[in-house]
T-cell receptor
Framework: GAVVSQHPSRVICKSGTSVKIECRSL??????MFWYRQFPKKSLMLMAT?????????EQGVEKDKFLINHASLTLSTLTVTSAHPEDSSFYIC???????????????FGPGTRLTVL | AQKVTQAQTEISVVEKEDVTLDCVYE???????LFWYKQPPSGELVFLIR??????QNEISGRYSWNFQKSTSSFNFTITASQVVDSAVYFC???????????????FGDGTTLTVKP
């Protein structure tokens, strides 16, 4: 089956620093990648949709300057949390999709998540 | 706008009991996809099932079964003879369906925490 990796799996950083999280589709090309945020005991909240070669589309209330998303290739998307603060501490999950239509089937394959702790 | 409601926040059962997790959704789309995912304590989402809006056939996979009823906008999930390893958070999700181009967005329910006691 399709495999999606995330790196790092855990990161602890000091307030004010920037953190980059990578999301890779290992055995397929992902035309679309999604970034989610999950607070403890809460649901997944979509932050942004990233299509290869174009700017990410952010959900309402998500600061695009705070959460920089780059989808430079069909197998890699990155989320950079800039000037991180304790309130940015969360579990970040990416998913990758082969796209819509009959071939893509709108399936999303999820990465294992990255737990960010900002001190 | 799409919405997914999982009314049961927490369910606790004793091993070998059957348990049903409810999922009700709202969408204006005629074509869409429904999913169930399992999230164990490790955090990684495990895909369980995908169902498109044209296919109302119920499905059984081992101890798992799903009942999709379009008339009531429900997609319920039943675990038969539950086991301790079934303890996890279960999410129901609704996804836009795109006939071409990029994948549609997903909306997740709040999740149901299932605890199966020995």
């Amino acid at each position: 089956g399709a495999v999606v990796s995330q790196h790092p799996s855990r990161v602890i950083c000091k307030s004010g620093t920037s953190v980059k999280i990578e999301c890779r589709s290992l055995d397929f090309q992902a035309t679309t990648m999604f970034w989610y945020r999950q607070f403890p005991k809460k649901s997944l909240m979509l932050m942004a949709t990233s299509n290869e070669g174009s700017k990410a589309t952010y959900e309402q209330g998500v600061e695009k300057d705070k959460f920089l998303i780059n989808h430079a290739s069909l197998t890699l998307s990155t989320l950079t949390v800039t000037s991180a603060h304790p309130e940015d501490s969360s579990f970040y999950i990416c998913s990758a999709s082969t796209g819509g239509g009959y071939r893509g089937r709108n399936e999303q394959f999820f990465g294992p998540g990255t737990r960010l702790t900002v001190l | 706008a799409q919405k997914v409601t999982q009314a049961q926040t927490e369910i606790s059962v004793v091993e070998k009991e059957d348990v049903t997790l409810d999922c009700v959704y709202e969408t204006r789309d005629t074509t869409y996809y429904l999913f169930w995912y399992k999230q164990p304590p490790s955090g990684e989402l495990v895909f369980l099932i995908r169902r498109n809006s044209f296919d109302e056939q119920n499905e059984i996979s081992g101890r798992y079964s799903w009942n999709f009823q379009k008339s009531t906008s429900s997609f319920n999930f039943t675990i038969t003879a539950s086991q301790v390893v079934d303890s996890a958070v279960y999410f129901c999700a609704l996804s836009e369906a795109r006939l071409r181009g990029n994948a549609g967005k997903s909306t997740f329910g709040d999740g149901t925490t299932l605890t199966v006691k020995p």
